[in-house]
Every structure is written in structure tokens, then in C-alpha cells.
């Protein structure tokens, strides 16, 4: 989670290269979130999720990824832009493509959060999603 945490807010800090490659600048990134660029309030847009896992933890996980974008002032497309599950529950990670590749359901539901993630952003950019805290001040920011 931390990885993915620092690749975010060095996402503000890429620069496009050629063939689709990046090139990070962390010194970019520090820069910008000194000035306030990317914290509370800042990074609009709405996000989906989905966790899945093979034993335990994949709805402790996101529940705690939904938790972390909303601080971050992101807003959720909805209850089913946000899932959980299981693939091949505590069977070998090994054949757990295979298991995914069976599990139309489990497809299905990636493809809904896909789909309320993608009505989301378009109702954004017809200003009729918008974020309810628009405009309040962080009283505390980090």
C-alpha cells in the first residue's frame, strides 16, 4: 500500500518520455506537495475500486483504500463502483488466473465498477456530481 501510496503522489511529478515512458522527479513531487498541490481538496475526481484476494483481507483492504482516497477529497462512484471478493479462496496462487478466467460473476462485477466509475465522471462533466465539500477549508491539513 505505501508502494502505491508514493507512486501516486510522484504520478503529480511524471514526465511523459517518448514510447509511452516515464521518468520520475521526486524532487518534483516534494516541491509540489510543500506547496500544497497535493493534499486535501486538491485531486478532483471520483474512483472505483476493486480488491480481490485468495485467503482473507480483501474487504478490510478496501475498505481502507475507499477511506484513504476520500481523505484525500476523492468522491466514490457508488456503492457499486467499490467491490471485494475472492478468487479460488485458499486454493494455490498458482491457479488462480485459472480461476479468475471461470468466474464470469466476479467479471461481471469488475465490469459494473467500471461502468459506475465511468457514469460518475460523466455526470462530473456535466456538473451534476460534485463534490459536497466543494469549497470548505480544511480546518487541520496535514
Not at 21 to 42: D, M, N, Q, S, Y
Not at 60 to 68: C, E
Not at 123 to 142: H, V, Y
Request: charged residues 25%; glycine residues 10%; proline residues 5%.
Amino acid at each position: 500500500m505505501k508502494a502505491m501510496i508514493d507512486r501516486l503522489v510522484c504520478a503529480m511529478a511524471v514526465t511523459p518520455i517518448r514510447h509511452r515512458r516515464t521518468v520520475k522527479r521526486p524532487a518534483k513531487a516534494r516541491a509540489l506537495e510543500l506547496k500544497g498541490c497535493l493534499i486535501h481538496g486538491t485531486w478532483p475526481g471520483h474512483f472505483g475500486l476493486v480488491v480481490h484476494g485468495d485467503s482473507i483481507g480483501a474487504e478490510t483492504f478496501r475498505r481502507s483504500l475507499a477511506d484513504w482516497l476520500t481523505d484525500m477529497s476523492l468522491i466514490s462512484a457508488g456503492g457499486l463502483a467499490e467491490m471485494d471478493g475472492y478468487i479460488g479462496y485458499m486454493e494455490p496462487y498458482a491457479t488462480s488466473h485459472q480461476a479468475l478466467d471461470e468466474d464470469s460473476d466476479f467479471q461481471q462485477e469488475v465490469t459494473n465498477v467500471a461502468k459506475a466509475l465511468g457514469n460518475a465522471v460523466k455526470l462530473s462533466r456535466k456538473g451534476m456530481f460534485e463534490n459536497p465539500g466543494r469549497g470548505l477549508t480544511e480546518p487541520n491539513p496535514k
